[in-house]
């Protein structure tokens, strides 16, 4: 066994093959616990790169364990992938992520130098065999083949693995380091793409421990993973909190039994995050820490970042520290319990903790933690207001489905910024910061793209539960304060869809088409409803009318309540469900406002919300019309050409595709990105089209921030 220390050129430049074996896990991991900090850091290094050219910046990203094949090819060095194959797999789905974007913005030498860590040069490869250097045997290798050998643009959504997870990390790293590039051109570009480069070439640094076919890889892997209790970021600050504090000379024993708050079970427990499991102790730390410094801060950096921030930046002795944390972590540990009670009103902070749990997220924790600083002393509505601003920017993408990755970072660029600014300012300080937000991965949408994208969402299956519950509970609330009424209780109510979902039997109509525009209704928003008790199924799936009077004999709800008045004289239909659909939608405009003229337009339209839009949306704001001609941009295809047709498909050779990729895809027979691969009779590509639909909203005011 050898160990080396080793960048990824190093690694990967000869010709060989990582073998992954059959009986390895299939690829596990996931944007907010890798991917995300993956490209953070690499993008941290990078810019630090820029910032200062003689920097050698280097970030470590752990071991592998390889070991050589008995079965070598003649040409090629074949080796075993022991351990490490997560990080292998991510860092070859990244590499070749930026080469094709690089290739495509005609930076060959540095695309050249990237594709040459995932691919082998064809004249080592055996005839009929593959040119990866990393080859999947497992449940992966045909996506992780398809994905990395796609032409580019890649169109991930068609492709026929596209639900794979190694597909999202690639689509995943296509998109961030693309918004990261900015527009392909010009100085700025060129040297962001060539510091990228050398970072995934040299700037990164893995451990590879390197065995012989005889030795025992089963020994070495155990070894590496054998079980044990590691100590919490919470078990570590600690033990550094009361060392410090008896070097002080303070009275350790009287400030762990006073101001040491958590051994209690409510710290103790463990909590989701994402789809990893922290001590809630280990979290409120770490996003103290954020809220203290203004910086995101990992959670592996927990303890170090505490470390460093008592030492260096506090200005304060532990003895005067530690009830100002045992303090914040009592205003915690209160909103989390008050927003764990299913019944009772909550005010702004307690409801934003409370929404932040059912929508799967913790992003907020550091500014509420912030805004409640001992001797900040903000005023409530101060506060209310800010909550609200923060609330309806992250609720909003998450309507649209869009990345949180990197929201992270703006909540700390918000401490940061504004730690100083007097109170009275603060809300339109704050307010104004997340309105010029202007990149996909993290503006805040207006209205209008709201309001196109809900129209026609599936929002029953495209939302997770727990947030559309989340949603419709925000809305009843909504529709009773107008009444006086108090909160909805927060018991899970089960969701009810009006429609039902079993409709065919009961609910029938004629033409295929009516089915289908049927069909298309079941799962939108203003089909939606919640019950204080589900509905038996034959009364769920029966006609509207005995439906709407089992309804009415059971609701306590104001959003079943409107439904029921408003078909006392006709049935539930799916023109009452696309009135009901933009009713709704008004709601959630004004429960999670935006500055009055903003339209979160953004410099990189082509990224921005793309997988909600279709021809269809192209069609309705009149820059596409049925019987448009789409024309093949590819050489090999000139002269072949699709037909719009009225519902938003096309047709060709006599066939119905349903998306660009997917007519794409049937004409040249591999993957296909359709909205790069058909044009329109006047030279635009499908992508350009959508471009100007995305951001066609109407040109940007001067921005108020008046957010009521």
Known sequence: METFKRT?????NLPQHFLIPLFQRPYVWREEEQWAPLWNDIRRITELRIAEPSSNASHFLGAVVIQSHEAQSRRLTTWNVIDGQQRLTTLQTLADATCALLAEAGHLKLAGQLERLTHNDEIFVEEGDSRLKVRHLNKDRAAFDEVMSAEPPVDHADLSNAGSQIVAAHAYFSTVVEQWLGVAEGDAYAIKARELTAVLLDGLQLVSIELDASENSQEIFETLNARGTPLTAADLVRNFVFQRLEAEGGDTARAYREDWPFETKFWMKDVSVGRNFVSRSSLFLNQWLIARTGEEVSPQATFNRFKSYVELESGQSMDDLLP??????????????????????????????????????????????????PGKNLPTETI???????????????????????????????IAAYSRVPSTDLPERIIGHLARLNVTT??????????????????YSRLPRGRLRMVLEATEDYFRAETGQPQIERKGYPIEHLLPRSWKETWPVGTPDEVEIRQAHVHVLGNLTLLTRSLNSKVSNGPWSAKRSALQDHNTITLTGRVIKRTEQEDWDEKLIDERTMALVDALSRIWPVPEGHHGKVVDPQTKAGDWVELKHLMEAGLLVTGDRLIATHRDYKGKEGVLTADGAIELDGKRYTTPSAAGRALRTRATNGWYFWAVADGRRLRDVRTEFQNSMPADEELTFDVK
């Open 8 to 12: 990824p050129l190093q690694l990967f």
């Open 324 to 373: 100002v944390i045992k303090l914040q972590a009592q205003q915690y540990e209160s909103w989390t319990e008050a927003a764990n009670r299913p019944g009772g009103s909550l005010n702004a902070t307690e409801m934003a903790v409370y929404r932040m749990q059912a929508g799967g997220i913790e992003l907020l924790r550091p500014l509420l933690i912030w805004l409640h600083e």
């Open 384 to 414: 209310d207001r800010i909550i609200q601003a923060a609330e309806s920017w992250v609720v909003r993408r998450q309507l649209l489905r869009l990345s949180g990755s990197s929201l992270g970072r703006v909540v700390a660029e918000v």
């Open 442 to 459: 993290t503006y805040w949408p207006g209205d209008e793209e709201l309001r196109r994208a809900l129209a026609t969402e599936a929002a």
